[in-house]
C-alpha cells in the first residue's frame, strides 16, 4: 500500500471512529412511510429528534425511535468517557432503502388473481457530534 493511500485509509477511520451506527434489516412496513418519519428526524440534534419521534402518530415513528435509542448505545460504548449532552449529537445519516418484497396473490372477481407486494425495507441511522462538523 502506498503512502498516501495508507494516509487516506487513516482519516477515513479516524472520521467513522467519531460517528455511531445502527441499522434496521427488514422491517415489515413500505420504504415510501419509512422516509416520511426519517425526514422529520434528518439532522435534528438527537434530544429534538426522540422528542419528534416519541410524539408522532406515524407507527413507523416507533420503530425509528428504537433504531435511535440503539444509535445512542452504541455511541456510548464508543465514547465511555464522554457525555451525551457535551457531545451535542446529531442525526448526520438517515437511508431508507427498499428490503425485500413478500409477494402475494389475492383472489379476484371472474377467475382472476391480484398480485399484492408486501414491502419491506433497511434504515440506516448515523450518528455523529455537532462540534466536529464546525471544525
Same mark, same amino acid.
Given at each position: $500500500?502506498?503512502? %498516501?493511500? #495508507?494516509? $487516506?485509509?487513516? &482519516? ?22 419509512? %422516509?416520511?418519519?426519517? /425526514?422529520?428526524? &434528518?439532522?435534528?440534534? +438527537? ?6 419521534? &416519541? ?6 415513528? #416507533?420503530? +425509528? ?7 445512542? =448505545? ?6 465511555? /468517557? =464522554?457525555?451525551?449532552? /457535551? ?12 428490503? #425485500?418484497?413478500?409477494? &402475494? ?7 382472476? =388473481?391480484? @398480485?399484492? @407486494? ?18
Amino acid at each position: $500500500m502506498g503512502v %498516501r493511500k #495508507r494516509q $487516506m485509509a487513516e &482519516r477515513i477511520k479516524a472520521e467513522k471512529q467519531e460517528l455511531a451506527f445502527a441499522k434496521l434489516n427488514n422491517c415489515p412496513t413500505s420504504p415510501r412511510k419509512m %422516509r416520511l418519519v426519517a /425526514d422529520l428526524v &434528518r439532522g435534528k440534534e +438527537v434530544e429534538k429528534a426522540l422528542a419528534i419521534l &416519541r410524539f408522532s402518530p406515524k407507527e413507523a415513528s #416507533r420503530r +425509528v425511535e428504537k433504531l435511535l435509542l440503539s444509535a445512542i =448505545a452504541n455511541w456510548q460504548a464508543k465514547n465511555e /468517557d =464522554a457525555n451525551i449532552e /457535551d457531545a451535542e449529537l446529531i442525526v448526520k445519516e438517515i437511508k431508507v432503502d427498499s428490503g #425485500r418484497m413478500l409477494k &402475494r396473490l389475492r383472489p379476484a372477481p371472474q377467475g382472476r =388473481a391480484h @398480485r399484492i @407486494r408486501k414491502r419491506s425495507n433497511h434504515v440506516t441511522l448515523v450518528l455523529g457530534s455537532n462540534n466536529n462538523t464546525q471544525a
